[in-house]
T-cell receptor, first 115, second 110 residues
Framework: ETGVTQTPRHLVMGMTNKKSLKCEQH?????MYWYKQSAKKPLELMFV???????ENNSVPSRFSPECPNSSHLFLHLHTLQPEDSALYLC??????????????FGPGTRLTVT | GQSLEQPSEVTAVEGAIVQINCTYQ??????LSWYQQHDGGAPTFLSY??LDGLEETGRFSSFLSRSDSYGYLLLQELQMKDSASYFC???????????WGAGTKLIIKP
């Protein structure tokens, strides 16, 4: 596997379910991100991890819980979601941006539908 | 507040040239990025401008004017495969965050 992978690619869950999204990066990067993408809206940054430490939590509801056990893996635990949480959830990774060109590498995303 | 403005949709003809503009209002500025996203796909990096001027990479070029808080992506010799959404994003400070525009859907007609 190369790049950034995400599983599952599609997920349908009820509002009372608990599920987890998984992201893995094979690029040796030190930062990982969770984004929410809704139609015709800017990407919303949810969480940032730098060297496994959470550095940003952009006012995300507690029904979303991130976990970063090491610099290659990132999880997003979901529980008691709402229908408005239906969206594409993207994982990304990057190297230290201090080196100049700053590029984020994205996974294919998980299409989440909350019923 | 922080905001990036870009057109929601642009239509062009195959073989033509198209320019997608982006204006930004942020508290700081380190650089402007452009990403491409095909329907059902992941955003992929196109370019990053930290300094004023034009950067060229094949058929794609990106321009930045920091004094005008403005940039654009120029696509030449358009091909049908260029039909996608294009996002501008600003790196506002020394941390890892990007602030994103809402994206421009590029429609290419034969």
């Amino acid at each position: 596997e190369t790049g950034v992978t995400q599983t599952p690619r599609h997920l349908v869950m009820g509002m009372t379910n608990k599920k987890s999204l998984k992201c893995e990066q094979h690029l040796g990067h030190n930062a990982m991100y969770w984004y929410k993408q809704s139609a015709k809206k800017p990407l919303e940054l949810m969480f940032v991890y730098n060297f496994k430490e959470q550095t940003e939590n952009n006012s995300v509801p507690s029904r979303f819980s991130p976990e970063c056990p090491n610099s290659s893996h990132l999880f997003l635990h979901l529980h008691t979601l709402q229908p408005e949480d239906s969206a594409l959830y993207l994982c990304a990774s990057s190297q230290d941006p201090s080196g100049g060109v700053y590029e984020q590498y994205f996974g294919p995303g998980t299409r989440l539908t909350v019923t | 507040g922080q905001s990036l403005e870009q057109p929601s949709e642009v239509t062009a003809v195959e073989g033509a040239i198209v320019q997608i503009n982006c204006t930004y209002q942020t508290s700081g500025f380190y650089g402007l990025s452009w990403y491409q996203q095909h329907d059902g796909g992941a955003p992929t990096f196109l370019s990053y401008n930290a300094l004023d001027g034009l950067e060229e990479t094949g058929r794609f070029s990106s321009f930045l004017s920091r004094s005008d808080s403005y940039g654009y992506l120029l696509l030449q010799e358009l091909q049908m495969k260029d039909s996608a959404s294009y996002f501008c994003a600003v790196r506002e400070d020394s941390n890892y965050q990007l602030i994103w525009g809402a994206g421009t859907k590029l429609i290419i007609k034969p």
